[in-house]
């Protein structure tokens, strides 16, 4: 994984090279660093929050639907939190440099940690629904499948979003040699996280997929 980091290092250190020498329009005025570093932290806020709701929640066979429901709502209100932060800095590549922070890279840090827990946790309740789907009508058991499946969908989106904005923060930053280790470290974590959110999301969706296989039957 360290290994992986460092290439993608590499690569980020490569295009900002590229980027100071072919700059893009200059609005860079619309860019604000510390107002990032204010959403980021924000987004670390409401991430703790859905992780603490998501480690209450308790699935029986009558309330597992209604329970799943609730939850896609605050997911999917936490994925375009997300999807606001990444056009930000999406838009500000190619127009602006800036001095990363510590700041910075503890809540992307954090970030990649909240995304690991949550993808665990999915599939924890993919497993529990298993265990209570012999119990469980099947009007009820098909909505929370369904309501599995955009989940899953929904934290691996929000994982690849967060890892390719981090990326592109990196590429903007005009500190890289002086934040090394800092930068190498946050790689390596995110890389790490990426592995146990990926594969957590990809289990959730087998374990679904072959509980729908046997209604099916």
Same mark, same amino acid.
């Given at each position: 994984?360290?290994?992986?980091?460092?290439?993608r290092l590499l690569l980020i250190f490569c295009i900002v090279v590229t980027a100071m020498a072919f700059p893009g329009p200059a609005?860079?005025?619309?860019?604000?660093?510390?107002?990032? @570093?204010t959403d980021l932290n924000a987004l670390v806020t409401q991430g703790n929050t859905l992780v603490s709701q998501m480690s209450q929640?308790?699935? +029986? =066979?009558?309330?597992?639907?209604?329970? &799943?429901?609730?939850?896609?709502? =605050?997911?999917?209100?936490?994925?375009?939190?997300?999807?606001? !932060?990444?056009?930000?800095? $999406?838009?500000?590549?190619?127009? +602006?440099?800036?001095?990363?922070?510590?700041?910075?890279?503890?809540?992307?840090?954090?970030?990649?940690?909240?995304?690991?827990?949550?993808?665990?946790?999915?599939?924890?309740?993919?497993?529990?629904? !298993?265990? &209570?789907? =012999?119990?469980? @009508?099947?009007?009820?058991? $098909?909505?929370?499948?369904?309501?599995?499946?955009?989940l899953s969908d929904d934290i691996g989106v929000m994982a690849d979003r967060i890892l390719e904005m981090a990326d592109k923060i990196?590429?903007?930053?005009?500190?890289?040699? &002086?934040?090394?280790?800092?930068?190498?470290?946050?790689?390596?974590?995110?890389?790490?996280?990426?592995?146990?959110? @990926?594969?957590?999301?990809?289990?959730? $969706?087998?374990? @679904?997929?072959?509980?729908?296989?046997?209604?099916? !039957?």
């Amino acid at each position: 994984m360290k290994r992986t980091a460092s290439i993608r290092l590499l690569l980020i250190f490569c295009i900002v090279v590229t980027a100071m020498a072919f700059p893009g329009p200059a609005n860079s005025a619309t860019f604000d660093p510390v107002k990032l @570093t204010t959403d980021l932290n924000a987004l670390v806020t409401q991430g703790n929050t859905l992780v603490s709701q998501m480690s209450q929640i308790t699935l +029986t =066979s009558t309330n597992m639907s209604t329970a &799943l429901a609730t939850f896609e709502t =605050s997911v999917v209100s936490y994925l375009n939190a997300v999807g606001t !932060a990444f056009k930000t800095v $999406q838009d500000a590549v190619g127009t +602006t440099t800036f001095s990363v922070t510590s700041d910075m890279l503890n809540a992307l840090q954090n970030l990649a940690t909240i995304q690991a827990t949550l993808g665990s946790g999915l599939l924890d309740l993919s497993r529990v629904i !298993a265990t &209570l789907s =012999s119990s469980t @009508t099947l009007t009820t058991l $098909q909505s929370s499948l369904t309501a599995m499946l955009r989940l899953s969908d929904d934290i691996g989106v929000m994982a690849d979003r967060i890892l390719e904005m981090a990326d592109k923060i990196l590429i903007m930053a005009d500190n890289i040699g &002086l934040m090394a280790d800092r930068i190498i470290a946050t790689q390596v974590i995110q890389s790490d996280n990426l592995k146990v959110v @990926t594969d957590a999301v990809l289990q959730t $969706q087998l374990n @679904t997929i072959l509980l729908i296989a046997l209604l099916s !039957a």
